[in-house]
């Protein structure tokens, strides 16, 4: 299965190390954006989460369930602790590495270094005596080579105003603003529906319920709802 990069919307941005003069921004993905793409993908009954304890350490088994193997494909990964909830934050970190393995967000593996310049306005004391950040930073913008190497980045604070920019903004590789699914899940339906037995007539059956003359025009949330509705078919 073919899995996409993530949206701007759905990558976080964490303040690393702050200056006076500026901060340090790591990109993220949260465990929703995590099990909103393996229900995306896979769909909800096509995988599954575990966990275990080994050596003391609490581990994340994601299991992808192969139709043509007829059997569970299981991604494994450690948790670190939370400084607020450690239990909690050792399952939630333990999965998300885990969906990692599975490919999804691997794309920030590939994100620069990521300097905010920032001004009086923008930073205050806490109660440390150390400098924090007022302004909550989000993605806005964000395009992929076909290597699904982060390219362009484009990074706004909350007032809409653009604090940090990364190469040219040009048109993406993979769909990341608009609503209509990219490539990799076009050939995803596409191959699910070679196994049919009449895979032509479901695919208008797809499009005329649909709307849309092709599989591209499909919607992120028409595309999960034709996933799913292939799968039982398979079942």
Known sequence: MN????????????????????????????????????DEVFGPLGWQRTHEVINGNLFCNVSIYDNEKGQWIIKQDVGVESNAEKEKGQASDSFKRACFNIGIGRELYTAPFIWINLNKDDVFTGKNGKPQVKAKFHVSRIDYNDKKEIIALEIKDNKGKVRYTLGKQSKPTHATSNGKIDTSKVKTLESLLTKLPDPETYKKQILSFNKVDKLENLTETQYGKALQAIRRKLA
């Open 3 to 38: 899995i996409r990069p993530l949206k701007a919307d759905e990558i976080e941005c964490r303040v690393q190390t702050v200056k006076q003069t500026g901060c340090s921004v790591l990109l993220y993905k949260d465990a929703r954006c995590d099990m909103r793409i393996l």
